[in-house]
């Protein structure tokens, strides 16, 4: 059985100029791993899924996932799963990302921790790193790009 992952995962939006980033730090089998991205004209829910997605992309089949976010709408989004699969308030915008979404979800155990942004540890690193995303996606558009090395080294993980 593979051994656990640990995932830091935020989300920076600005509802008014409809820009978001996202940045995620992963933690498996020894390694820390990291990646961002945004996009311009997106909301608050496309960003969310893209995050979630993007960070459970590439994880083992069956492989339990700690994962870690201060984010109201990364912490809804396996809840909103559930429901839509039992016929509850399904899903009418973005049905791409939910496919994505529900698909990682089914391939991994996943238990959501809230995390705070406490300074020194990885949900501030990655919240530092969403907002320096949205802010890249103002000026460059849509754009996704691992975390240098060096820069993982203080995550704090």
Do not use: C
Not at 51 to 78: D, K, N, R, Y
Request: positive net charge; glycine residues 8%; hydrophobic residues 50%.
């Amino acid at each position: 059985m593979p051994e656990s992952v640990r995932i830091w995962l935020e989300v920076a939006h600005h509802a008014a100029f409809r820009i978001g980033g996202w940045a995620f730090v992963r933690a498996n089998a020894g390694e820390v791993s990291g990646t961002a991205g945004g996009a311009r004209a997106i909301d608050l829910e496309r960003v969310s899924l893209a995050a979630l997605a993007a960070a459970l992309a590439g994880l083992p089949q069956g492989v339990s996932v700690e994962l870690h976010t201060a984010s109201p709408s990364v912490l809804a989004i396996a809840g909103r799963i559930a429901a839509a699969q039992a016929g509850e308030n399904p899903p009418s915008e973005n049905l791409d990302l939910w496919a994505q979404a529900a698909t990682a979800l089914r391939r991994v155990r996943l238990a959501t921790r809230h995390a705070e942004h406490a300074p020194d540890t990885p949900s501030a690193f990655t919240a530092a790193w969403a907002d320096l995303a949205r802010d890249r996606a103002k000026d460059k558009g849509a754009f996704t790009a691992a975390i240098p090395k060096p820069n993982l080294a203080k995550a704090g993980v």
